[in-house]
Each structure stands twice: as structure tokens, then as C-alpha cells.
């Protein structure tokens, strides 16, 4: 028996326009689709659709306009396989064969080669001082896995060099900190840049330690700030004393220059 819904498959024009053709049925149903796609499924007007017809020309429209859509966004910017499958599927909600087969057809266009995507961000990375560690969570983030990402060695003296090329850098940016904050902030940094502790305990040599006599100028000028922003208080002396000791150690003051200081300029 003949399906109830076989007219509404019946095409009632065909028009052309750029590289792209409009075929509309009966049912006021339009279908846009690429030259290729027309001509591969000798489309015209009055001919009449089987329910499988329409439906592998429906199949093959939705793959040829999302192959185009990710072609755009890869002229934008570079996907891994990962990241690409993760559109097709969300944003195009397409199924696992018609995933496939796109990921095939960009693959052997070289548009998607996770291996040179890789290769590219880790020499990317390295120029710009990352460590190990945060090399391989931003390919991670990329969608590039384990496969790959095994294979990538990385020298344990080149990272010791970056790192202590980043301490040389930052000794000028914490100059007007103590000898021990700095390295505490180098340190922690160092972390979030992805170094492992080899390259950090390495690199730390290179904290540059500021001289005494200039650190304690800088103690005693931290006192008498600190000194005349508590004053004004109602507290005890020892009370006060001890509230600007803290806060001076936090700084990363050493014990002795403290008290020598606060007896000094009692």
C-alpha cells in the first residue's frame, strides 16, 4: 500500500541560486542544499520522493551543511578531533555515523591532524615559558588525550632553563619585596606555570637576595608606617608591638631585623 504521505514527497520546484539549490515540494517543504547534493540525487520538478529518498537526501543535507559550518569556524580558529566531534554533536545534533564521516572527509583534507595541532601548540607553549604541566592541561583542554600526549618528551634541563629564565625576569618585578616574600611569590608562580619541583627547587637559586642595608631600610620605613597607622589606637604598648611584629614577619622580615629595629627606634 502506497504511503498515505507519498504526494507531499512530490518536488513542486527547483530553483538555482550561487552555489546552492532551493528544491520545494508539494507540501511547501524547502530544501536547501549544495550543487553537489542536487546533482547526485537527480533531483527536478514533478519527481516524486520515496520515504527512503527523502530520507537519505535529508541525511545527506545535514552532513554537507555542517561539513560547511565547521569548515567556517576551522578557517577561524583549529580544532582538535575531539572539539569537532563535540560540535557536530551539540550544536548540530548530528548521530555518531553522520560524526564519521565529516571527521573523515576533514581528516584526509588535512583540516583536522591532531599530531601537527600538538606539535604546534607545545612549540607555541615552550616560546611562551610554560612548564610540563600546563603544556599538557591546556592540550588536554584542547581535546588532545593521552594517545598523543604520551608521546611527548620533555627535557628536564630545557625546563629547568625556562624556569630560571622566568626567575631572572621576575627578581626586577618583586624587587621592593623581602628576600622571602619574593621567593614565596616566585614560587607560587613557578606552580601555576606548570613547573615540576626539580625546576622550581633550580630556578629558586637565582632569587636574587636584596642587600642587607637596603632591606633594612625598607624594614624600618614598613615600622614606621605600620607604627603610625596603629597608634592612634587605645592599646598597650606591648599590645601594639605585637600587632606591627606580625604584621612585619608577614612581609617576611626576618626575626632579628625586627627586633632590632623596634628596640632601635623605641
Not at 51 to 62: G, V
Not at 126 to 140: M, Q
Not at 226 to 233: D, G, P
Not at 238 to 249: A, G, P, Q, V
Request: no cysteine.
Amino acid at each position: 500500500m502506497p504511503s498515505k504521505n507519498i504526494g507531499e514527497k512530490k518536488i513542486k520546484k527547483v530553483s538555482k541560486f550561487k552555489n546552492k539549490v532551493n528544491v520545494v515540494l508539494v507540501n511547501n517543504e524547502k530544501l536547501t542544499m549544495d550543487v553537489d547534493t542536487y546533482s547526485s540525487f537527480y533531483l527536478y520538478e514533478n519527481k516524486v520522493l520515496s520515504n527512503r529518498e527523502y530520507k537519505k537526501l535529508k541525511e545527506r543535507i545535514a552532513i554537507s551543511s555542517s561539513l560547511s559550518d565547521l569548515k567556517k569556524v576551522l578557517s577561524k580558529k583549529r580544532l582538535s578531533e575531539w572539539k569537532a566531534r563535540e560540535y557536530l554533536y551539540n550544536k548540530k545534533q548530528l548521530n555518531k555515523i553522520q560524526v564519521d564521516e565529516i571527521i573523515k572527509i576533514l581528516k584526509n583534507q588535512h583540516l583536522i591532524d591532531d599530531k601537527l595541532l600538538s606539535n604546534d601548540y607545545v612549540s607555541y607553549l615552550n616560546d611562551k615559558g610554560f612548564g610540563k604541566e600546563k603544556i599538557l592541561n591546556t592540550l588536554h583542554n584542547k581535546g588532545i588525550f593521552d594517545e598523543i600526549t604520551s608521546k611527548i618528551t620533555f627535557s628536564q634541563t630545557k625546563e629547568n632553563k625556562k624556569a630560571k629564565d622566568l626567575v631572572l625576569k621576575l627578581n626586577d618585578k618583586y624587587k621592593l619585596l623581602t628576600y622571602q616574600n619574593k621567593k614565596e611569590k616566585i614560587y607560587a608562580y613557578l606552580l601555576r606555570q606548570g613547573f615540576n619541583h626539580e625546576s622550581i627547587d633550580h630556578a629558586l637559586k637565582f632569587v636574587s637576595e636584596p642587600k642587607r642595608s637596603v632591606e633594612i631600610s625598607q624594614l624600618k620605613k614598613d615600622y614606621l608606617k605600620l607604627k603610625t597607622r596603629y597608634q592612634s589606637n587605645d592599646e598597650q604598648i606591648e599590645s601594639l608591638n605585637d600587632k606591627i611584629f606580625i604584621k612585619l614577619k608577614q612581609k617576611g622580615y626576618k626575626t632579628d631585623d625586627i627586633k632590632l629595629v623596634m628596640e632601635d627606634k623605641e
